[in-house]
Nanobody, 124 residues
Framework: VQLQASGGGLVQAGGSLRLSCAASGRSVTAYCMGWFRQAPGKEREFVAAISRNGGNTAYADSVKGRFTISRDIAKNTVNLQMNNLKPEDTAVYYC??????????????????WGQGTLVTVSS
């Protein structure tokens, strides 16, 4: 599967952005899909994930209640709605896919497929 992330940009604190990850080559329903982010000088960190059947979602504590992950099966995309953005949300955001079962959904190493990243900048 190939992944293409889009939707990043510059937004003021308190604003919203919607990221989209377009998958090609295979349906997103074949994968657990995740969003990760990496700020300058920091390690890549988990943001959100959605299960293969779409019935389960998970979020990092830092974004819970502000971000929502969802899928559009018809468009074969996974989206991340980000509300009430904060300057500390500034990072390059990556979508990722994993086919394997077991282990933590929040570990980047368990995701085999990655998009190229989209930059989100939140000004104070």
């Amino acid at each position: 599967v190939q992944l293409q992330a889009s939707g990043g940009g510059l937004v003021q604190a308190g604003g919203s952005l919607r990221l989209s990850c377009a998958a090609s080559g295979r349906s997103v329903t074949a994968y657990c899909m995740g969003w990760f982010r990496q700020a300058p000088g920091k390690e890549r960190e988990f943001v959100a994930a959605i299960s293969r059947n779409g019935g389960n979602t998970a979020y990092a504590d830092s974004v819970k209640g502000r971000f929502t992950i969802s899928r559009d099966i018809a468009k074969n995309t996974v989206n991340l709605q980000m509300n009430n953005l904060k300057p500390e949300d500034t990072a390059v955001y990556y979508c990722a896919a994993r086919q394997t079962y077991g282990g933590s959904y929040s570990l980047p190493a368990l995701y085999a497929y990655w998009g190229q990243g989209t930059l989100v900048t939140v000004s104070s």
